[in-house]
């Protein structure tokens, strides 16, 4: 099975030159479309949007609002619990789809991160205040982005849309695993009072917006340098 398989369509190489198929561009346009328009009201607002109080307030009171759990998510994001999160999804990317991917997610990854730093450069939106809501650790960096829902975003979509392109027998249960830790990193970091669900699901989207891109461009590369 080529790593490059699409993402809705699990494909191989047809013969030794073929060009490696590229990810769904249906699919990838849905997802940036659906992003711009998150991120933007984000943007925007420049703080909770309609309905991000009741839903801090509502997860901190039947939650708590400093579980361990959370904390550990958040954790997995940032050194130097995020190489233990590196480490994890490419094992399971390897498995699913082949050692080459290893540079899709060293690619995604930095993708993210240099993402973060951009917006974070040219972005300044307050914190959930403690006035309104518990906050585990006050920090006077922006709310958008959170480096959690880029990070995340990018590492568990190139894990979520390798199962897609996998033939293994295990390919459900590694996206359901992909699933399951996008929305725990998004609700563990609510659920603190780092940021609103509308920055988180922004985030997060573009985090997975991100891992397609970076499939596109170690796709590109494969095809293109390893012809000469």
Same mark, same amino acid.
């Given at each position: 099975?080529?790593?490059?398989?699409?993402?809705?369509?699990?494909?191989?190489?047809? &013969?030794?030159?073929?060009?490696? +198929?590229?990810? !769904?561009?249906?699919?990838?346009?849905?997802?940036?479309?659906?992003?711009?328009?998150?991120?933007?009201?984000?943007?925007?607002?420049?703080?909770?949007?309609?309905?991000?109080?009741?839903?801090?307030?509502?997860?901190?009171?039947?939650?708590?609002?400093?579980?361990?759990?959370?904390?550990?998510?958040?954790?997995?994001?940032?050194?130097?619990?995020?190489?233990?999160?590196?480490?994890?999804?490419?094992?399971?990317?390897?498995?699913?789809?082949?050692?080459?991917?290893?540079?899709? *997610?060293? %690619? +995604?990854?930095?993708?993210?991160?240099?993402?973060?730093?951009?917006?974070?450069?040219?972005?300044?939106?307050?914190?959930?205040?403690?006035?309104?809501?518990? *906050?585990?650790?006050?920090? /006077? !960096?922006? &709310?958008?982005? !959170?480096?959690?829902?880029?990070? @995340?975003?990018?590492? @568990?979509?190139?894990?979520?849309? /390798?199962?897609?392109? &996998?033939?293994?027998?295990?390919?459900?249960? *590694?996206?359901?695993?992909? +699933?399951?830790?996008?929305?725990?990193?998004?609700?563990?970091?609510?659920?603190?009072?780092?940021?609103? +669900? &509308?920055?988180?699901?922004?985030?997060?989207?573009?985090? *997975?917006?991100?891992?397609?891109?970076?499939?596109?461009?170690? /796709?590109? %590369?494969?095809?293109?340098?390893?012809?000469?």
């Amino acid at each position: 099975m080529g790593w490059t398989g699409a993402f809705m369509n699990r494909v191989s190489q047809a &013969s030794d030159g073929a060009a490696p +198929a590229r990810p !769904s561009l249906p699919l990838l346009a849905i997802v940036a479309s659906v992003t711009l328009v998150t991120f933007l009201m984000a943007l925007v607002a420049g703080g909770p949007l309609p309905g991000d109080l009741s839903i801090t307030l509502w997860m901190q009171a039947q939650l708590g609002n400093r579980p361990p759990w959370a904390q550990l998510v958040t954790d997995g994001a940032t050194m130097p619990g995020v190489l233990a999160t590196i480490g994890l999804v490419a094992v399971l990317v390897v498995g699913l789809i082949g050692r080459k991917a290893i540079f899709w *997610v060293a %690619m +995604a990854f930095g993708f993210a991160r240099l993402t973060d730093w951009l917006l974070r450069a040219s972005i300044m939106i307050p914190r959930p205040s403690p006035d309104l809501v518990a *906050v585990a650790s006050p920090s /006077s !960096s922006s &709310s958008l982005p !959170s480096t959690l829902g880029l990070v @995340y975003g990018a590492l @568990y979509g190139v894990l979520f849309f /390798s199962a897609l392109m &996998s033939d293994k027998g295990w390919r459900h249960a *590694v996206a359901g695993l992909s +699933a399951v830790m996008l929305m725990l990193g998004g609700i563990a970091r609510v659920v603190l009072g780092g940021h609103w +669900a &509308s920055q988180m699901v922004a985030s997060l989207l573009l985090g *997975v917006l991100l891992a397609g891109g970076a499939q596109i461009v170690v /796709s590109w %590369m494969a095809l293109n340098l390893g012809r000469r």
